[in-house]
């Protein structure tokens, strides 16, 4: 499988809100690569997905453990 294709497959707006939680299912979260909104990141898109996973954990914990 080339590796573009596992960009945007649970798209942020479509399928995940923007804290990475799934709309359908509760506290399921998605913090990788797939969550990228439009398949953007260059050629390598290393930043964008740990920046994708700290945001998301981020989000999990505010959510869910309060600060």
């Not at 080339?2 to 649970?10: F, G, V």
């Not at 399928?15 to 990475?20: P, R």
């Not at 969550?35 to 981020?58: D, F």
């Amino acid at each position: 499988m080339p590796p573009y294709l596992i960009h945007s497959t649970m798209a942020m707006g479509r399928v995940v809100d923007e804290g990475g939680e799934a709309y359908d299912v509760d506290r399921l979260f998605v913090g990788d690569h797939s969550a990228i909104p439009n398949a953007l990141g260059g050629q390598n898109p290393t930043h964008t997905g740990q920046a994708l996973a700290l945001r998301t954990a981020e989000a999990v914990y505010d959510r869910y453990f309060g600060r």
